[in-house]
């Protein structure tokens, strides 16, 4: 029994010349598991997370959450998109409030849970700032508190660590693992960084150019409990060079083409 | 597709206007038809042309002068970077005030009559234009004028070849928006103290309870008013687009 | 920065020294103007005798009424609008020409339609200002993010949620803008119409006081509402300018 599941899914943008953007594709994702999605650029990375996240309808195919198929953004799905989707009319406090506020919870909940994800995403001295006053990477740790906030049992994050310099971005990944494995939720993380999917995932699927489909699914075999650490191994340099090896083409046909 | 939509936003006009007409009856309204006739009968009429002059000839010297003296005033504030920044606020403050408020001020300097007028027109022209005039020399691109000095060019070339063609869309706004505001201006005073002209006329109609001149002469007015500033406006996007 | 505002106060104060210096001197006859110090002490005495005070809350309520149903207007009209680009392209030219049609034009008409009581004026003040706010309305809503309203979705927000939690609050400091417009014309419109012809109203005993060669009283009246109307203006300009900065990015 899969968590999601992806039958034969296409998705063609309509419009004057019409746009092939996904697919056919298949994909099964197991309860708890952390998938990444990497590919080459325009290669429909992005649409697939809207259709399995339910803000795009297949143009063909079915797509399944839980066993029931998806129509619309069904209940217990959460989103980090690649831009900055912080509201800046809210401090960061009320901005990860805004979800759980909505669900009646009494409030005195909602400051307790909402007080633990800023904790838990170190947003602690900046509670009551706006995000306009915060840095890139910040605001999406507001992004992400958020999206936690509500306990959602599928994360889909589209290149969340997008802006951010390459430390940082590893020590993200670390805080993201921490998130998974204290949330249990499954996780489908869409990056054009190798060596972030690589490090991450349980499963890498790497994607085509477009019309997107995955080349191949690689499993990595790390355990649970890993972190940024692991960068170092041996096999962690496999992984990298076998994924490469399959991207690279597609990368020079998506430049081609781009 | 441009013309259709103005076309059918005038018809959509004329409908609500029929049926309003049908609900209000003849004791405050009449028809489109009936009101495009008479404004007809009295365009035509002898008697109403020198009070079109009236209302025309104001306007023109108002306009002229608020452009003149806009620009002049806009124009160097735009230049010198410090004066500008010190009179903005200023010629804000004076765009949101009621000017009608300063209308009795000008019939005592002036008295009643055409100077009083054409000091209205132009009070309510001068603001914008300078404004606009202001922003416009003010956003002009530096690396022009850095090119002009790398070239050699004289004041004259500069200003003409460069300076006037980078500021001429903005200060076209600005122009066009004084041609509105000083047409209102204009009107404005001859329906508070005037004895002729077609704001008078306006306010005589009001006082007869002549509806159908009432209606005639606002349609005039304001097919007048919004004609002109649909052309001016095709001319302003024509502008701005070669910019 | 702040070497300009000296310079501005400056500037005002050397002005109106200026008009005292040649009024005292009779260079500009008291007929026509009388010096700034005797405009001020007339206000101070009018307000404390409460001669006007009706005049001025007739005023004022006319004008609040007018920038209330402006903004409900507005703001309504401006959201629907969004919603319904057909539409919006269809008035797209009544949007253009809007300020330059002579709104007081309307006026007399009103009056014959509605007779000689508020309605009228608070009909010119609310005109001139609901298109601001349908402008300014509209330009908000149109830059929210597309991210934002996938987040809505993703939250499950509904249309009517949507507008109230996501693109109104984005939009509010455009919104804002709009609000600060229609406060400035529906004072325009109100006092302007007070001005033609009423019965009532800061205007109209100005109109009043000229016809009647009360110089005090007029210039009392005059200085009144400029004070009024900068003082307004500017604190919301501020207050607008504060908003925008704490969306700096945004």
Known sequence: ?258 | MKWRDPLILVFLIVILWQVLYALIGDVALRSPATTAHNLGTLLSDPRFLPHINETAIAFAQGFAIAVVVGLLIGVPLGAARFAGEVAEPILVALYSIPKVTLYPVILLIFGIGMPAKVAFGAIHGIVPISIFAMNAVRNINPTHLRTARVMRMSFLDLTLKILLPAALPEIATGIRVGFSLALIGTLLGEMFGSQRGLGHLLMQAMSLHNIERILALTLLLVVFAAGINALLLALDRRLHARA | ?250
């Open chain 3, 1 to 250: 920065m702040r070497n300009a505002f000296i310079v501005r106060i400056a500037i005002v104060v050397v002005a109106v020294g200026l008009l005292e210096l040649l009024c005292r001197l009779g260079v500009i006859p008291s007929f026509t103007m009388i010096p700034p110090s005797a405009m001020a002490q007339s206000l101070w005495s009018l307000l404390a005798s409460g001669r006007f005070s009706h005049d001025i809350a007739a005023t004022l309520a006319n004008v609040g009424i007018a920038i209330v149903a402006a903004m409900l207007a507005g703001v309504a009209l401006g959201t629907a609008l969004q919603g319904w680009p057909a539409a919006r392209r269809t008035l797209d030219p009544l949007f253009a020409t809007y300020y330059a049609v002579p709104m007081y034009a309307f006026y007399p008409l009103l009056i014959v339609i509605f007779g000689m009581s508020d309605f009228p004026q608070i009909a010119i003040g609310f005109l001139l200002a609901v298109m601001a706010v349908i402008i300014n309305t509209l330009n908000g809503l149109d830059r929210v993010p597309a991210v934002l309203l996938k987040t809505a979705r993703v939250h499950g927000l509904g249309f009517v949620q949507e507008a109230f939690h996501v693109r109104l609050p984005y939009a509010a400091p455009y919104v804002f803008t709009g609000f600060k417009l229609a406060v400035a014309y529906s004072f325009i419109g109100v006092i302007g119409a007070e001005f033609i012809t009423s019965s009532r109203g800061i205007g109209y005993e100005i109109s009043f006081a000229y016809n009647n060669f009360d110089n005090p009283v007029m210039y009392a009246m005059i200085l009144f509402i400029l004070l009024l109307v900068i003082t307004v203006n500017m604190s919301l300009h501020a207050w607008e300018r504060r908003l925008l900065s704490r969306r700096r990015r945004a």
């Open chain 1, 1 to 258: 029994m899969s968590h999601v599941a992806l039958r034969g899914v296409t998705r063609v943008y309509p419009g004057k010349t019409p746009v092939h953007a996904l697919g056919p594709l298949d994909l099964e994702l197991a309860q708890g598991e952390f998938f990444a999605v990497v590919g080459a650029s325009f290669s429909g990375k992005s649409t697939l997370l809207d259709v399995m996240a339910g803000l795009a309808p297949p143009s063909s195919g079915q797509v399944f959450f839980e066993e029931k198929q998806v129509q619309g953004v069904p209940d217990g799905i959460g989103v980090v998109f690649q831009e900055d989707a912080s509201f800046p009319w809210l401090t960061v406090h009320d901005n990860i409030a805004f979800g759980l506020r909505r669900t009646g919870a009494p409030e005195a909940e909602v400051a307790a849970q909402v007080g633990y994800a800023i904790e838990f995403m170190g947003l602690k001295e900046f509670a009551r700032a706006y995000p306009a006053q915060l840095s890139g990477g910040m605001r999406q740790r507001v992004c992400i508190a958020r999206t936690l906030v509500l306990k959602p049992r599928l994360i889909l994050l589209d290149e969340p660590f997008g802006a951010l310099d390459q430390q940082t971005r590893l020590l993200m990944g670390d805080e993201l693992l921490r998130l998974w494995r204290e949330t249990g939720a499954t996780i489908l993380l869409i990056t054009h960084s190798l060596d972030e999917a690589a490090m991450l995932a349980d499963r890498v699927g790497v994607m085509s150019a477009r019309p997107g489909r995955f080349l191949e699914l690689i499993a990595t075999g790390w355990p649970r409990g890993r972190d940024s650490t692991i960068v170092a191994s041996e096999s962690f340099g496999k992984l990298t060079s076998r994924i490469w090896t399959l991207l690279r083409g597609e990368s020079l046909r998506a430049m081609g083409h781009a």
